[in-house]
Antibody
Framework: QVQLVQSGAELKKPGASVKISCKAS????????IHWVRQAPGQRLEWMGW????????KYSQKFQGRVTISRDTSAYTAFMEVHGLSSADTSVFYC?????????????WGQGTTVTVSS | DIQMTQSPSTLSASVGDRVTITCRAS??????LAWYQQKPGRAPKFLIY???TLETGVPSRFSGHGTGTDFTLTISSLQPDDFATYYC?????????FGQGTKLEIK
C-alpha cells in the first residue's frame, strides 16, 4: 500500500546535526514531492520545506533556510532531511508527507513521525 | 508569511452535534486551503483540499467552504471517531502555513 516510513527516534546534544529518512512505497516516488513538517510539543504543525523527487529541486521556509537540507535518493525511494545546529527549541516530531506537483493540493500521505529530542 | 488563525481553539460537543470550525487567513489565499485531522500521537490525516473538495474516503459528514480569507470546516453529525484536533493549511504562498489547531472535545 501507499506509505511513507520514517527512521527512528533520535536523541541529540545541542549543536549536533540529525538526518531523518523517509522511505516511500506503493507509488512512483519521482512523480511526487516530499514535504517536511515539524511539530514541537503542544504546538501547531510547521511546514519546513519540500523536494521535487523527480528533479531534486528544493524549496525551504525562510525560517529554516541554511540550517536544513532536504535531499533524496530516487533509486532507494527515500527522502532525507538534515537539520544542523540543533537546540532545545528543535525538540519536535518531524513528519515527511507526500504532495503532488506541479499542482499542490495538500499532504495526502504522511510518515509516522520521527521524534527528535535535543538535550545536553 | 501568511498567518492562519483558527477559532475556537477548543470546542466541546456531543455525538450527533453539528459543529463548525473557522479558519482565517491574514491575506487572500483564493481557495488554496487544506484541512487535516490529527489524533494524539498520530500523524495528521488529510481531509479536504481546495477549500471544499473532500479527499477520497473522507466521510460526507465533513464539508468545507470559503474563499479569500475566511473558511469553515463543518461536521454535520459528530461521530465518536471525530474527536481530534483539526488544522487548516494555506498553500497559496510559501511557506505553507498552518493554523494553530482546534481541539474538538467530548462534552
Amino acid at each position: 500500500q501507499v506509505q511513507l516510513v520514517q527512521s527512528g527516534a533520535e536523541l541529540k546534544k545541542p549543536g549536533a546535526s540529525v538526518k531523518i529518512s523517509c522511505k516511500a512505497s506503493g507509488f512512483i516516488f519521482s512523480n511526487y514531492g516530499i514535504h517536511w513538517v515539524r511539530q514541537a510539543p503542544g504546538q501547531r504543525l510547521e511546514w519546513m520545506g519540500w523536494i521535487n523527487s523527480g528533479n531534486g529541486e528544493t524549496k525551504y521556509s525562510q525560517k529554516f533556510q541554511g540550517r536544513v537540507t532536504i535531499s533524496r535518493d530516487t533509486s532507494a525511494y527515500t527522502a532525507f532531511m538534515e537539520v544542523h545546529g540543533l537546540s532545545s527549541a528543535d525538540t519536535s516530531v518531524f513528519y515527511c508527507a507526500r504532495g503532488s506537483y506541479p499542482y499542490f493540493y495538500g499532504l495526502d500521505v504522511w510518515g509516522q513521525g520521527t521524534t527528535v529530542t535535543v538535550s545536553s | 508569511d501568511i498567518q492562519m488563525t483558527q477559532s475556537p481553539s477548543t470546542l466541546s460537543a456531543s455525538v450527533g452535534d453539528r459543529v463548525t470550525i473557522t479558519c482565517r487567513a491574514s491575506q487572500s489565499i483564493n481557495i488554496w486551503l487544506a484541512w487535516y485531522q490529527q489524533k494524539p500521537g498520530r500523524a495528521p490525516k488529510f481531509l479536504i483540499y481546495k477549500a471544499s473538495t473532500l479527499e477520497t474516503g473522507v466521510p460526507s459528514r465533513f464539508s468545507g467552504h470559503g474563499t479569500g480569507t475566511d473558511f469553515t470546516l463543518t461536521i454535520s453529525s459528530l461521530q465518536p471517531d471525530d474527536f481530534a484536533t483539526y488544522y487548516c493549511q494555506q498553500y497559496h504562498t510559501y511557506p505553507y502555513t498552518f493554523g494553530q489547531g482546534t481541539k474538538l472535545e467530548i462534552k
